[in-house]
């Protein structure tokens, strides 16, 4: 039975199994990768390789309803959510297409010793560990600025998206970018770690949990290999005493059910300044029950199902945990009877330190409640995580708001506004929440060989 399935987590039926790639197939894959490294599609002038990406924006952007409900079918988003996850990906390539001539020119450097600049070239093939959760944006993240800097992509997608993984790797190559480019590879995490050590791979970069990202990292550090990691969240979602109540209400209902509550960036754990906590928390347990649980691909649903079972049962036993060690339940807090992989929007409070809900990332509708003092106190407690990847600061006064921003230990942060994305701001994070930023000028340098060139003066 191959490992690739893909199942709609709304009713738990089987849609289609993809088979496993085989050792000669991946051999195959990874030789011809690295003959497209060394030949002038990589190495030579840049264009070729924008017009792909030019063309691959114009394809997505012209079938953004398909490849949307192949998504929400395959793994539980909303299907408004999942079409605006697709035109996302194709402004993702476009930015790169318009943009990374002007990122990767040439840049001087004044020095002493002479005329100096730095070069940005290809480093060689690329292996991408990627999630399920954003099943086309993870993989145009990594794809994009690779394409222009002309690093070959191997992938590997999560085993419960391989639609998504497959239909991606068809709209590349239809996009006109040579075999080997970017190349679908159905393998497990054997075959990865075989692949990293191999010679002709140079990187890696992985999107996904804490466990994979230290498995992978520790394979890319055994043989010296450059890697970037976006792992979890735990982002704080901080609402001070002079904010618009009804608004960070609004955005942080949203911010919380998105896409199940499966973003790495969403908000969970949610920190009240203790003159509007009340009001806040009134106002937000109406927002989160009135979720409307149905079928993702129904317009009127504002709530889908979890990924998968196992998603669903994991978050069961992480709520059950976090009650049984002193949290108090506000609502929910139970799997869905019946069909599907649901789960009822929760909302937990009185979560101390000593509780393991403290220190855990719940990926799911599940918000985690705590009340403060002053913003001293909002920052500590916002920085009292194994995590640091996002988070948002919510005030009227915009100069406190800085002042808590720049304080908090994140690779991001929004100011009266839920964590978002776009092609032109760099994403990542700190601590274990990982390393390496995608996106923006930064993303499509982490991959670059940086080469100093000097004339004697």
Known sequence: MSSYQSINPANNQLLKSWPSHDAAAVSQALETADRLFHSSWSKGDMEPRLQVLAKLADLIESRVDELAAIASKEMGKLIGQ???????????????????????????????????????????????????????YQLMRVLAPNLALGNPVLAKHANIVPHCADVFDKLVKEAGAPEGAWTNLFIDSDQVAELIADDRVQGVALTGSERAGSAVAQQAGKYLKKSTLELGGNDVFVVLDDADIDEAV??????????????????????????????????????????????????????GPLSSKDARDRLTKQVDEAVQNGATL??????????????????????????????????????????????????????????GLGGSVWTRDTTRGRRVASAIETGMVFINSQSDTAAELPFGGVKRSGYGRELSDLGIKEFANQKLVVIAG
């Open 82 to 136: 999942s079409r605006g996850e697709v035109k996302i990906c194709a402004q993702i390539a476009r930015y790169y297409a318009e943009h990374a001539a002007e990122i990767l020119k040439p840049q001087p450097y004044p020095s002493e010793l002479g005329e100096a600049w730095v070069e940005y070239h290809p480093i060689g093939v690329l292996v991408a560990v990627e999630p399920w959760n954003f099943p086309y």
């Open 330 to 387: 506000l609502i929910g807090g139970k799997a869905v009877e019946g069909v599907g992989c649901y789960f009822q929007p929760t909302i937990l409070t009185d979560i101390r330190p000593d509780n393991p809900a403290y220190y855990q990332e719940f990926f799911g509708p599940v918000a985690q409640i705590y009340v403060v003092g002053d913003d001293n106190a909002a920052v500590a407690l916002a920085n009292d995580s194994h995590y």
């Open 250 to 303: 609004r955005q942080g209902a949203q911010a919380r059910l998105s896409n199940c509550g499966q973003v790495c960036t969403a908000a969970k754990r949610f920190i009240l300044h203790e003159k509007i906590a009340s009001a806040f928390i009134d106002k937000f347990s109406a927002a989160l029950k009135a979720a409307r649980l149905g079928d993702p691909l129904d317009e009127q649903t504002t709530l």
